[in-house]
């Protein structure tokens, strides 16, 4: 019963908001609790969700605040420099802006952080794709891409988790996949090309002025996604570039070390950098409403995914479903389970948070596994394949802050990406059978 709840619950949700019939925001209060209702878990309801709420609250606090710490970066013009270069190579070919978005995105989440890649890549590349007419999709497809194959690094999140669920080093896990994230990587630059021939086919290569004057024309029509450029002009502040590098520098080594909890990093962070560049009391408010937008609509979907994912845990649903998965597995599949959790990966992690798989599911899979030979680590390699087709997740508060962002559809970006996703997984997962990180038969 549970089972069929969960997936009921998972699935109506995702027909709901890729047939654009409820907002995800709206989605994700009202469907679990329906459900739950179904289900008798009237009783304890409230509970449930105030838990999902406080376990999902850091997060909202950390992503509000690191909003608010680029923003301020990007008025204060700390991405100018970087933008330019851009600007210099790609001009104005399709095929060269889309390369220059995977290997810019590539770049920025080494940091592990999946936030900052989408709001430095989206400033520094969406004025391009508007001015020259480009669908923005392509955009957001190499960026969450390259997301979700760098955030393997061991303080990007889903290494740690499967590490540690299973009790084994992160080094162990990491290091050898080194070679099939870069094949995985050159499949992102490939899919780049593919896009970019398209759009070059589509739109042609257009001769845009020098010194960056275009850009008035692209920028300015939306000012809820980013800083406008009459706006940008009074709020730079190029004699702190260095100043504003340096302190970036430092909130992404703090970060890296842990030397505190992300939130409070980015809440700290946020108040130096709003106190050096503006020390008006009135231009401060003024670039706190100037992105109180992004907040607002990131963060509401941030607490609403908090109700989704508390009444997925703690109704059982997560657990009962996981069960079912394996009670479907013939044991002559057994030695091929390493295989088997690289593809379950892909829907496991999207139909549920990265905690609730790797906590949840993968230990169980992975005691079957040791019946058959399959170590530990080998098992954490492999659950990490599906990581790409995770950050799709309706149940990822940082993929609403990119198409928010870029202004596109949620549902558009699936439909857009899902299928390239899966591609560049099975990719990674391929790569990592050719290198023996994990055995296809046991």
């Known amino acids: 019963m549970l089972t069929i709840l969960g997936f009921g619950m998972v699935l109506t949700f995702m027909y709901l908001i890729m047939s654009k019939r409820l907002s995800p925001l709206v989605a994700l209060i009202t469907v679990p609790i329906v459900f739950a209702l179904i289900g008798g878990f009237g009783h304890g309801l409230d509970e449930m969700m105030l838990e999902g709420i406080k376990k999902i609250a850091p997060t909202g606090v950390m992503l509000m605040f690191a909003i608010l710490y680029f923003g301020v970066m990007i008025d204060a013009g700390l991405f100018d420099p970087l933008v ?42 969406l004025p391009l794709y508007r001015r020259l007419g480009m669908n923005a999709l392509n955009m957001t497809c190499v960026t969450i891409l390259a997301g979700g194959v760098m955030n393997l690094t061991p303080w990007g999140g889903p290494t740690a988790r499967a590490a540690t669920a299973l009790h084994v080093d992160p080094a162990d896990v990491f290091v050898p996949m080194i070679p099939s994230m870069v094949l995985a990587c050159a499949g992102i630059l490939a899919l780049a090309w593919y896009l970019g021939i398209s759009e070059r086919r589509r739109l042609g290569v257009v001769s845009l002025p020098e010194g960056g004057n275009w850009m008035d024309s692209s920028v300015s029509d939306d000012g809820d996604a980013l800083p406008t450029v009459e706006d940008a002009e009074d709020t730079k502040r190029p004699r702190l570039l260095w100043v504003n590098f340096a302190l970036t520098l430092a909130l992404m080594a703090a ?8 939130p409070v990093l980015f809440m700290v962070g946020f108040a130096i950098a709003l106190v050096i560049n503006y020390p008006n009391l009135a231009e401060q408010r003024r670039r706190v409403v100037n992105h109180a937008g992004n907040v607002l609509s990131v963060v509401s979907l941030i607490f609403a995914a908090g109700i989704f994912t508390g009444i997925l845990s703690n109704t059982g649903m997560v657990e009962a479903m996981s069960r079912s998965f394996l009670a479907v597995i013939p044991d002559a599949w057994g030695p091929y389970l390493a295989v088997i959790t690289g593809l379950a ?47 799709l997740s309706p149940l990822v508060p940082s993929t609403y802050l990119l198409v928010g962002l870029a202004k596109v559809d949620f549902a558009d970006h699936q439909k857009f990406t899902l299928k390239w996703a899966v591609l560049i997984s099975l990719l990674l997962m391929i790569g990592s059978l050719l290198l023996g990180l994990y055995p296809l038969a046991a």
């Open 84 to 125: 330019r270069i851009i600007l210099r190579v790609v001009k104005g070919d399709p095929l060269k802006i889309v390369m220059g978005t995977a290997v810019l995105a590539m770049l920025i989440s080494l940091d592990g952080d999946g936030s900052t890649t989408y709001m430095i890549t989206v400033s520094a590349m």
């Open 255 to 262: 970060l890296v070390i842990g030397l505190l909890p992300m």
């Open 345 to 391: 990966s892909m829907p496991f992690t999207f139909f549920m948070s990265n905690d609730a798989f790797y906590f949840g599911v993968l230990p169980i899979l992975s005691e079957a596994a040791g019946h058959y030979g399959i170590t530990p680590v080998e098992m954490a390699r492999a659950s990490l394949a599906g990581q790409p087709v995770h950050l």
